[in-house]
């Protein structure tokens, strides 16, 4: 349902594009978002976008972060700047058949599809 790309290995200050191509029943339409996850720790929000484009980010990623959705190709992208070795994490992809702004402040429970995860590592 979900192919991720653009992780790896990259030295704080540096930039990393996520992308992540949807197929099958999701749609750009719905609520989409990424999360990560580092070994031990539970699953963060990092950013979220709505059906109508509104954007929510963590403190941590805000400023530095941005989420973005091509829907022509049924991709959703994000653009992660300035990275510092505390985003290590792997990070993954999901969607949530919901239209509104709830999409902006749900759990990471309500979401209902998942990527497989891309790792992206970064070195001081």
């Known amino acids: 349902q979900f192919v991720e790309s653009g992780g790896g290995s990259v030295q704080a200050g540096g930039s990393l594009r996520l992308s992540c191509a949807a197929s099958?029943?999701?749609?750009?339409?719905?609520?989409m978002g990424w999360f990560r996850q580092v070994p031990g720790k539970e699953r963060e929000g990092v950013a979220r976008?709505?059906?109508?484009?509104?954007?929510s980010y963590a403190d941590s990623a805000k400023g530095r972060f941005t989420i973005s959705k091509d829907s022509a190709k049924n991709t959703l992208n994000l653009q992660m700047n300035s990275l510092n070795p505390g985003d290590t994490a792997m990070y993954y992809c999901?969607?949530?058949?919901?239209?509104?702004?709830?999409?902006?402040?749900?759990?990471?429970?309500?979401?209902?599809?998942w990527g497989q995860g891309t790792q992206v590592t970064v070195s001081s």
């Open positions: 999901a969607a949530w058949p919901w239209a509104g702004n709830a999409c902006l402040s749900v759990s990471a429970a309500a979401f209902d599809y």
């Open positions: 099958g029943v999701i749609r750009s339409t719905w609520c």
């Open positions: 976008i709505a059906d109508d484009g509104s954007t």
